[in-house]
């Protein structure tokens, strides 16, 4: 007999462990809106659950659905349901198994997205409707996102290839933002605020390249993440 197994997830790794999966008494659950939009129609709606969990409704939702064992497949960053699961799971006495790959930055902010490629970004994009984005993801990936020109500010390096890269994908001077960081927090909240934007796009560039201050400042002043994961 199989385990009934919760999901907790929402990630590449949560596709991965599915695709190694041969049982299909799982129930997945997603944090996001845009998870679960992705994962149900894979999976299908009565496999996947839109839900935030705390350690009571956690356990009563595996109390009420008979879950026998844990696994967490959540993006690193999301500490806070990890310590939730994991907590849960020596109350209960019932088995968890992390597959959260390592990283040395924590960020448990809920209108950080991850997404896994630029492909994914572009997909979401398109069904979205933000009004002033700033990219931050450096010149050569900016061919893909060519069809937001008009209302996209990209920062850049100051270095005269750097700059002709975009301006060769059609965005204009007033778009381009070129200097040397990493930036504080301070200064990415000042430009957020200065150009009215309300999505900011990185790479998960680490300490060094300053993205736990990008992090801070999309969380102060309120507006969408994207996280490129994996370029």
């Given at each position: 007999?199989?385990?009934?197994?919760?999901?907790?997830?929402?990630?590449?790794?949560?596709?991965?462990?599915?695709?190694?999966?041969?049982?299909?008494?799982?129930?997945i659950?997603v944090?996001?809106e845009?998870?679960?939009?992705?994962?149900?129609?894979?999976?299908?709606?009565?496999?996947?659950?839109?839900?935030?969990?705390?350690?009571?409704?956690?356990?009563?939702f595996?109390?009420?659905?008979?879950i026998?064992?844990?696994?967490?497949?959540?993006?690193?960053?999301?500490?806070?349901?990890?310590?939730?699961?994991?907590?849960?799971?020596?109350?209960?006495?019932?088995?968890?198994?992390?597959?959260?790959?390592?990283?040395?930055?924590?960020?448990?902010?809920?209108?950080?997205?991850?997404?896994?490629?630029?492909?994914?970004?572009?997909?979401?994009?398109?069904?979205?409707?933000?009004?002033r984005?700033?990219?931050?993801?450096?010149?050569?990936?900016?061919?893909?996102?060519?069809?937001l020109?008009?209302?996209?500010?990209?920062?850049?390096?100051?270095?005269?290839?750097?700059?002709?890269?975009?301006?060769?994908?059609?965005?204009?001077?007033?778009?381009?933002?070129?200097?040397?960081?990493?930036f504080?927090?301070?200064?990415?909240?000042?430009?957020?605020?200065?150009?009215?934007?309300?999505?900011?796009?990185?790479?998960?560039?680490?300490?060094?390249g300053?993205?736990?201050?990008?992090?801070e400042?999309c969380?102060?002043?309120g507006?969408?993440?994207?996280?490129?994961?994996?370029?």
């Amino acid at each position: 007999m199989f385990d009934k197994l919760l999901i907790l997830g929402g990630t590449s790794d949560t596709h991965r462990f599915l695709n190694s999966l041969e049982s299909d008494n799982f129930i997945i659950t997603v944090a996001t809106e845009y998870g679960y939009e992705q994962f149900s129609k894979k999976y299908g709606k009565d496999k996947v659950l839109f839900i935030k969990f705390d350690e009571a409704s956690l356990e009563k939702f595996i109390k009420e659905n008979k879950i026998t064992k844990i696994i967490d497949t959540t993006h690193p960053y999301a500490k806070v349901i990890t310590e939730t699961a994991l907590n849960v799971s020596k109350n209960l006495n019932i088995e968890y198994l992390s597959y959260v790959r390592d990283d040395d930055i924590n960020v448990d902010y809920e209108k950080a997205i991850f997404f896994s490629n630029r492909e994914e970004v572009i997909t979401f994009l398109k069904e979205k409707d933000f009004r002033r984005i700033l990219f931050t993801i450096g010149s050569k990936m900016m061919k893909d996102f060519a069809f937001l020109k008009d209302k996209a500010y990209v920062r850049v390096l100051p270095f005269e290839n750097s700059i002709y890269e975009v301006r060769k994908y059609g965005f204009d001077y007033d778009k381009i933002i070129a200097m040397q960081g990493p930036f504080s927090k301070d200064f990415n909240v000042a430009l957020i605020k200065e150009l009215k934007i309300d999505l900011l796009i990185t790479k998960k560039s680490g300490k060094a390249g300053g993205f736990k201050e990008k992090i801070e400042a999309c969380e102060e002043t309120g507006i969408y993440c994207i996280v490129i994961d994996n370029e």
